[in-house]
């Protein structure tokens, strides 16, 4: 190991067991969705005039290859930064305030894209080329306000030198909810208040997810985290972002499979969001996926089609003059839809069901008898089984366990809410633990990139996850 390297590791351990004595207070914030909610976590003030605190610090992240990467990151204080920053949730038609001061060696700025800003600052700030900016360690600080006059998913990121500040990790998520929304209404053709993306009932969902969407080149990193007094007084001149060649990927700041590990685990001090959407059958699953990174990904859902809504905060509709929120005729159905740098997407997928597939999803009389009474639509409400298929087995002979691989999404047999012996049997004779207990069917859901399936050329890794159907009787966390 070179003297750079015992360097960068000596740093990279003394922020992170920084970061692990911050972890407590963390805790703390104001979490809503992700701990066993149907909304996404983040900070949620749900008053008409929403005050948010945030501070630049430095700090790091770790990644799946094993290593750790120098960052500059948003938090509520200097101790609890986190990558990306806190996911911002208001209501529609709140005047929002964002007060941004800066513990960094460089001036810092944010701006928000998607809305209408005004900026204030006194001492210890400067106005920059883009906005108001927080000048290094005077103490200062800026106000942001804007009216959150549209609902939809949108993103904040720092307005100073941003080809280098968004990718040493100064970025994060603002989520604006219709005036006409209830988390514990389900929507009907008839509901008004209800859970919805937009204003329009067509924009309905069950749960929903964030799919925050990055890339960094750990070189440039390196380079500001070691970068001489010099350097850092005169903005890192010698940091080229035009040679930048990303290798690391991320969703919602961490790279598979620690996008599926729980949210707000110890472990990740500074990446307490994850990526784990699941579901039961015949639930709506909104995406919200945000394009916070230099490279285009095309992010890619198997078991079918999503429904692609909105971009940038506005519903896909040709009916514009009927607002607030017309409904979206203009949706495209994709199984892979990518979004461009400062981009954001709405989408639905599902509801899944397994239907017309030739083969009963729910197993055979022999191994789960049940019922199927179908409704109108020929599904049972109550399972969301398609009945035509009820009871008929997989139409191949399926190879004995013997010859398979068993991974950690398997649950022993191939249908929904049927677990089964994993083997191989434990060298004691007892039979090996499943990692799949609840019996649910899995489907990646990734960047269609391969490059972008590894962490610094490690695979897998990268930008993937896996979803989750789940039998109607397990309760999601």
Not at 359 to 367: L, N, S
Not at 371 to 394: R, V
């Amino acid at each position: 190991m070179n003297g750079t390297s015992v360097a960068r590791s000596r740093l990279a351990v003394l922020l992170l067991v920084t970061a692990l004595a911050a972890c407590s207070t963390k805790s703390k914030q104001t979490q809503v969705g992700g701990f066993g909610s149907s909304l996404i976590g983040g900070i949620f003030d749900p008053s008409p005039t929403p005050t948010f605190s945030l501070v630049a610090a430095p700090n790091v992240i770790s990644t799946s290859d094993g290593d750790s990467m120098f960052m500059w990151l948003y938090g509520t204080t200097a101790a609890t930064v986190q990558y990306p920053g806190p996911t911002l949730i208001v209501n529609q038609g709140a005047v929002v305030t964002i007060s941004l001061s800066n513990t960094l060696p460089v001036a810092t700025s944010l701006v928000f894209p998607g809305h209408s800003v005004t900026a204030t600052g006194g001492a210890g700030s400067a106005p920059g080329l883009l906005t108001q900016e927080v000048l290094p360690s005077a103490g200062g600080s800026v106000s942001y306000r804007f009216t959150a006059d549209h609902p939809g998913t949108y993103m904040y990121h720092s307005g100073t030198r941003p080809d280098l500040q968004v990718e040493m990790g100064l970025v994060g998520a603002i989520i604006v909810r219709p005036t006409t929304f209830s988390e514990a209404t389900p929507c009907t053709p008839t509901t008004t208040a209800c859970r919805k993306a937009y204003g329009d009932v067509s924009t309905a969902y069950d749960r929903e997810y964030l799919f925050f969407l990055s890339d960094a080149d750990p070189v440039l990193h390196t380079q500001v985290a070691f970068a001489s007094a010099d350097e850092i007084a005169a903005g890192f001149p010698s940091v080229d972002t035009t040679t930048r060649h990303a290798t690391d990927w991320f969703i919602n700041g961490r790279n598979f499979p620690d996008t599926m590990t729980d949210a707000g685990v110890a472990w990740f001090p500074t990446q307490p969001y994850n990526a784990f959407p699941r579901m039961h059958p015949g639930e709506r699953i909104l995406m919200r996926m945000v394009g916070a990174g230099q490279d285009l990904h095309p992010f890619h859902t198997h078991g079918q089609n999503h429904l692609v809504i909105a971009r940038d905060g506005r519903l896909l509709s040709t009916n514009v003059l009927s607002l607030p929120d017309p409904a979206p005729d203009l949706a495209v159905s994709d199984y892979t839809t990518t979004s461009v740098p400062g981009e954001t997407v709405d989408a639905i997928w599902g509801p899944w069901t397994g239907a017309r597939l030739g083969w009963d999803v729910y197993g055979t009389a022999q191994i789960n008898p049940h019922t199927c009474t179908p409704d109108a639509t020929g599904f049972d409400p109550t399972t969301h089984e398609y009945c035509a298929d009820h009871y008929k087995p997989i139409p191949v002979t399926l190879p004995q366990e013997a010859y398979l691989t068993f991974g950690p999404m398997y649950g022993g047999t191939p249908y929904v809410g049927v677990p089964a012996t994993l083997p191989p049997l434990n060298p004691d004779g007892t039979v090996h633990v499943q990692q799949n207990p609840q019996a649910g069917l899995s489907f990646m859901w990734h960047s269609h990139s391969e490059r972008e399936l590894t962490t610094n050329d490690i695979f897998i890794g990268g930008m993937a996850t896996m979803a989750l159907i789940l039998p109607m009787d397990v309760q999601i966390p």
